[in-house]
């Protein structure tokens, strides 16, 4: 059994205790499941085989640098939205020619890294990026592949921090505006536009509107092909979602099926951008219970782990089930409770008026599903040391990144 399961009344992954490890490691920390991860890329990959494509992890949801390296080992490309995820992506073993550069804003610092790497594709987000990418390029006395983010103008039905596709949000240039924009970058003698690209946003469960922004993307293809534009990528993104309970999962093989008839027969390698379907369900937080404390009528499960350590329910309401470690206690309680980190602010809870196991102080308990913008989300809030990475692989765990202490947080302001 691979992932995170029951053993004995004991909460595992990939057969190893996960009290075994807090015992270790201390609490909270970040475990991640090696084979969870390979297995979902895998079917990604398998999925989309009809097809000439490329799977570009998203490294923002997880940038360690062993989780990267797995998935480099495992034929991924990467899909990078800063300098430094660039160059973590380089360090981990992606080839340049398999990695593609997005984000809103670039420096050009940035720029000039992308250029000098060769990489697959700079996704640009606007007409100004590609004169600044066609200078840069023409400094170094090369030819930039260049793809266009366009904005098809669709709601993804998530929440609003992080859809993307509608016009009223900052990404990409009009879908419309892109065979103008095609044309001038004609002109521009250190770029080849050789790709276009769309991302409408994050934990998407209905297939519909990746579907329908695949086939507008198609559209714009042909009609740019028509024009006499070689482009040899159309990027998909990524944005598809972890089901919660009660919801109804999206699975790689039902997104593959809703846009693969889009794209296929189209002469281009088609990418796509999955970061948190792949890593999310691979990683959890395991977080030892301070305190449980009654007040005004509700219980309070306070634990270790804060909104530093896993900001998406405070960011925008994300809802991880959290279970306990080790079930020692017959028979279960179950209570009403809210689940809250120790930060000072209200906005640090994990879990508002829900069911669960009732804890006692000292208890492990473990967030699940938070193994994308879990830890690369984390802070030094509060002051706080971010907490341990652990890799479960083959049957035992090492920690790949250690737990931050004092020292690590004051060596910015004292060197
Ligand atoms: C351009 C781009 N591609 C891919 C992703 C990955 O999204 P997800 O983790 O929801 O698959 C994001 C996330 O914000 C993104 O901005």
């Known amino acids: ?75 991924a490309g990467a899909d990078v939205v800063s300098g430094g995820e660039l160059r973590a992506s380089l360090e981990s073993g992606f080839s340049s020619d398999r990695i593609v550069f997005s984000g809103v804003g670039k420096t ?44 098809p103008d669709i709601d993804a039905r998530s929440h609003p921090y992080i859809s993307t596709g509608r016009k009223h949000n900052k990404f990409g240039v009009a879908i419309d505006l892109a065979p103008a924009i095609f044309r001038k970058a004609r002109g521009f003698p250190h770029v080849r536009m050789t790709g276009i690209q769309a991302h409408i946003g994050s934990q998407i469960l209905d297939p519909q509107p990746l579907a329908d922004a695949a086939r507008d993307l198609a559209r714009l293809a042909r009609d740019l092909a028509a024009e ?7 990027d998909v993104g990524g944005g598809i979602g ?27 390698t088609v990418l796509v951008e999955p970061g948190r379907a792949i890593v999310g369900p691979a990683g959890a937080l395991v977080t030892e219970v301070l305190d449980v ?25 994300a809802i991880h ?14 209570v009403m409770a809210d689940v809250v980190g120790p930060i000072c602010e209200s906005s640090d809870f994990f879990l508002r008026d829900s069911s669960i196991d009732r804890p006692l102080e000292g208890d492990l308990m473990a967030i699940r599903d938070v193994g994308a913008y879990g830890f690369s ?17 083959k049957g ?20």
């Not at 093989?253 to 809703?258: P, R, V």
């Not at 089930?321 to 179950?334: D, K």
């Not at 920690?399 to 690590?408: G, L, Y």
């Open 1 to 75: 059994m691979i992932g995170f399961s029951r053993d004995n009344g004991e909460l595992t992954c990939d057969g190893v205790p996960l009290s075994a490890i807090a015992r270790k490691v201390g609490t909270p920390a970040y475990v991640y499941s090696a084979a969870l991860i390979e297995e979902s890329f895998r079917r990604f990959d398998a999925a989309f085989a009809p097809v000439a494509h490329l799977v570009c992890y998203a490294a923002k949801a997880n940038s360690n640098g062993t989780l990267l390296a797995k998935l480099a080992g495992l034929g």
């Open 108 to 151: 050009v610092a940035e720029i000039r890294s992308a250029v000098e790497s060769g990489l697959l594709a700079i996704n640009a987000e606007s007409e100004r990026e590609i004169e600044k990418i066609e200078a840069e390029a023409a400094r170094q006395g090369k030819t930039a592949r260049v793809a266009l983010r366009v904005n």
């Open 228 to 234: 006499g534009h070689e482009l040899s990528t159309l």
């Open 242 to 268: 972890l089901a919660g309970p009660g919801e109804k999962p999206l699975t790689p093989e039902t997104y593959a099926a809703a846009v693969l008839p889009h794209v296929a027969g189209l002469p281009m």
């Open 293 to 317: 404390k009654k007040s005004s009528g509700k219980l309070f499960v306070v634990t270790d782990a804060g909104m530093n350590d896993l900001l998406r329910p405070a960011l925008y309401g």
């Open 321 to 334: 089930s959290i279970e306990s470690v080790t079930e020692n206690r017959m028979p279960v309680e179950r």
């Open 377 to 393: 989300m984390s802070s030094n809030y509060n002051f706080r040391g971010r907490p341990p990475e652990v890799w479960v692989e």
């Open 396 to 415: 035992s765990f090492r920690v790949i990144r250690r737990r931050e202490h004092f020292d690590d947080l004051v060596r910015a302001e004292r060197e």
